[in-house]
């Protein structure tokens, strides 16, 4: 198990400093020239108490370390009341009367396709009632051969006015979200509630466009196992396929996996209910419910780390390059690796070139916009400001 350290703080202040802001450009570059990870503790930092913005900016974001927050941060949720019961169980009545109509995304633990889950979609009554009878069966064995779990549910998509939870405001400065939010092609987001009894798990995986994530358990434990950025490239197999379970015998076979006595910084950690992991891009993790777990996740990019889902978009397109390298010949040929490189991550080049396209352009009105009030505001002070000598009835026409 990796050490985790404590970090206390009251400031809750959502700020962030001058000096920061001056000294951002410089730690950036030297986290690229750092293979894009910077100088990474290989270790989980414990924050007991929620640090101010300016502090968890130069910590955590430019430094792409890994932390877990306490339950201050989720307290006060509505989720946190409403969806669990008193003994700290999933209410799944709650679900039931409330959501019960949703159609939900819902994976098998127990079937596996390339590298990931088999996926459906159900009703979530059927969901519930399935994990109901889990509940109902309790230790006397499965009373089913599949082993669901309700993952990437859009759920404030589908709920908009329910108001679940206040993501922390260190966790707000999002373009991923902001950018899928006012996109009229589709209707996407980054944000979603996973819901799954004891036992069911999520493989071995890096986050999509490796961005940020958070996960808060709203009940339930979970056991989490990450990597640091780069350790990866150890647990890939003779072939170049990354491990689909690292907790499996064959990744302890060197005939397999010649190279996994590499990765040395293997870090296990257990999140209790209320606390908030934050992921930070490129760490490869696997999750493991202890208990009857509910869960909202947020994946995300900003400055801090748009230049690393850019790296791994070229990364990823040489990758298709070099596996059709055979066809380049043919008509259409780099349109044909796009199209596979948003097939296999999610983003092709245009997209991304859109994406910050958009999120400038929002920045730029919102700075033209400021420049115009602030403007406006100096020409009345002037406009209201008594002339020296002057007649004070004269510039009196209102009541």
Same mark, same amino acid.
Not at 49 to 70: G, T
Not at 143 to 169: C, I, M, N, Q
């Given at each position: 198990?990796g050490?985790q350290r404590?970090?206390?703080?009251t400031?809750? %202040?959502p700020?962030?400093?001058?000096e920061t802001?001056?000294?951002a450009?410089q $730690?950036?570059?030297?986290?690229?020239?750092? &293979?894009? &990870?910077?100088?990474i503790?290989?270790?989980?930092?414990?924050? %007991?108490?929620?640090?101010?913005?300016?502090e968890?900016?130069?910590n955590?974001?430019?430094? $792409?370390q890994?932390?877990i927050?306490s339950?201050e941060a989720?307290k006060?949720?509505?989720?946190r009341?409403?969806?669990v019961?008193? /003994?700290?169980?999933? $209410?799944?009545?709650?679900f039931l009367?409330?959501?019960?109509?949703?159609?939900?995304?819902v994976?098998?633990?127990?079937?596996?396709e390339?590298s990931a &889950?088999v996926?459906?979609?159900?009703k979530?009554?059927?969901?519930l009632?399935?994990w109901k009878q889990?509940q109902?069966?309790?230790?006397n064995?499965?009373?089913?051969s599949?082993?669901?779990?309700?993952?990437?549910?859009h759920?404030?998509r589908a709920?908009?006015?329910?108001?679940?939870y206040s993501t922390?405001g260190f966790f707000?400065?999002d373009w991923m979200?902001?950018?899928?939010?006012?996109r009229?092609?589709?209707d996407?987001?980054?944000r979603?509630?996973?819901m799954?009894?004891?036992?069911?798990w999520?493989?071995?995986?890096a986050?999509?466009?490796?961005?940020?994530?958070w996960s808060?358990n709203?009940?339930?434990r979970k056991?989490?196992i990450f990597y640091?950025p780069?350790?990866?490239e150890?647990?890939?197999n003779?072939?170049?396929?990354?491990?689909?379970?690292?907790t499996?015998?064959?990744?302890?076979?060197?005939?397999k996996?010649?190279?996994a006595h %590499?990765a040395k910084?293997?870090?296990?950690l257990?999140?209790?209910?209320?606390e908030?992991i934050?992921?930070?891009?490129?760490?490869?993790?696997?999750?493991?419910?202890?208990?009857d777990?509910i869960?909202i996740?947020h994946?995300w990019?900003n400055?801090?780390?748009v230049?690393?889902?850019w790296?791994?978009?070229?990364?990823a397109?040489?990758?298709?390059?070099?596996e059709i390298?055979?066809?380049r010949?043919?008509?259409g040929?780099?349109?044909q690796?796009?199209?596979?490189?948003?097939a296999?991550?999610?983003l092709?080049?245009?997209e991304?070139?859109r994406?910050?396209?958009?999120v400038a352009?929002?920045?730029q009105?919102?700075?033209?916009?400021?420049?115009?009030?602030?403007?406006?505001?100096?020409?009345? $002070?002037?406009e209201?400001k008594t002339?020296?000598?002057?007649d004070?009835a004269?510039?009196? /026409?209102s009541e």
């Amino acid at each position: 198990m990796g050490e985790q350290r404590r970090l206390d703080r009251t400031d809750e %202040k959502p700020t962030i400093s001058r000096e920061t802001l001056n000294s951002a450009a410089q $730690n950036l570059v030297h986290q690229y020239d750092n &293979h894009g &990870h910077g100088e990474i503790l290989p270790e989980a930092v414990y924050i %007991k108490h929620l640090p101010s913005y300016d502090e968890f900016f130069s910590n955590f974001l430019l430094r $792409n370390q890994l932390c877990i927050l306490s339950e201050e941060a989720t307290k006060t949720w509505r989720s946190r009341r409403e969806w669990v019961q008193q /003994d700290r169980r999933p $209410n799944i009545d709650f679900f039931l009367q409330e959501f019960g109509d949703a159609t939900v995304p819902v994976a098998d633990c127990k079937k596996k396709e390339f590298s990931a &889950h088999v996926k459906q979609e159900m009703k979530m009554w059927e969901f519930l009632t399935y994990w109901k009878q889990l509940q109902d069966a309790g230790e006397n064995g499965d009373v089913h051969s599949d082993s669901l779990y309700l993952k990437d549910w859009h759920f404030t998509r589908a709920f908009p006015d329910y108001e679940a939870y206040s993501t922390v405001g260190f966790f707000r400065s999002d373009w991923m979200n902001e950018f899928w939010d006012v996109r009229e092609d589709i209707d996407d987001d980054y944000r979603f509630v996973y819901m799954g009894p004891k036992g069911t798990w999520t493989p071995f995986h890096a986050d999509v466009f490796r961005s940020f994530s958070w996960s808060a358990n709203i009940c339930g434990r979970k056991k989490w196992i990450f990597y640091p950025p780069g350790e990866e490239e150890f647990l890939k197999n003779k072939h170049g396929s990354l491990v689909y379970d690292v907790t499996s015998d064959e990744l302890r076979d060197p005939r397999k996996f010649p190279n996994a006595h %590499k990765a040395k910084h293997r870090i296990e950690l257990v999140q209790n209910p209320g606390e908030t992991i934050f992921v930070p891009s490129g760490w490869h993790h696997q999750v493991h419910n202890l208990d009857d777990t509910i869960s909202i996740n947020h994946n995300w990019l900003n400055g801090c780390n748009v230049r690393l889902c850019w790296a791994h978009l070229k990364d990823a397109l040489k990758a298709v390059e070099k596996e059709i390298s055979d066809c380049r010949d043919m008509d259409g040929w780099e349109q044909q690796c796009q199209l596979i490189l948003k097939a296999d991550t999610g983003l092709d080049f245009i997209e991304f070139f859109r994406f910050m396209e958009t999120v400038a352009e929002r920045r730029q009105l919102a700075l033209n916009q400021w420049k115009q009030s602030s403007s406006d505001s100096q020409r009345c $002070n002037r406009e209201n400001k008594t002339p020296r000598g002057g007649d004070l009835a004269s510039n009196s /026409d209102s009541e």
